[in-house]
């Protein structure tokens, strides 16, 4: 009796019939797991803010773009302005030069 009871307490220990604590493996493999959700957690917080970031310098950028263009049209206005003063100014001296010059032939 005593030789079959020992043989039931060694099949016990071989297949882990009682088992008090999880075999440090399964220890290992669950706190690896636990890890692996932490890092896959922290990993999608951060995508998160770079797609925000990314998003706020594309918005940045579109802004700088449109100001740009805002400015060159009106710097382009402004040169047609002038361009315009310029060629009224330089009628008017055109007519006052003739208007000298026909003086000048008067006298």
Do not use: C
């Not at 669950?30 to 797609?51: C, G, H, P, R, T």
């Not at 805002?70 to 206005?77: A, D, F, T």
């Not at 402004?78 to 008067?106: C, F, P, T």
Request: proline share 2%.
């Amino acid at each position: 009796m005593q030789s079959l009871t020992k043989f039931i307490l060694k099949l016990k220990n071989v297949f882990h019939f009682e088992k008090e604590e999880p075999p440090l493996k399964d220890k290992l493999i669950s706190e690896l797991e636990a890890v692996k959700q932490e890092i896959e957690e922290i990993k999608n917080k951060y995508e998160e803010k770079i797609a925000f970031l990314e998003s706020e310098i594309s918005k940045i950028k579109n802004a700088q773009e449109l100001k740009n263009k805002n400015i060159n049209e009106r710097l382009k206005e402004n040169g047609r302005e002038e361009a315009l003063e310029l060629s009224s100014d330089i009628e008017a001296l055109r007519r006052e030069v003739l208007q000298v010059l026909e003086e000048l032939e008067k006298e």
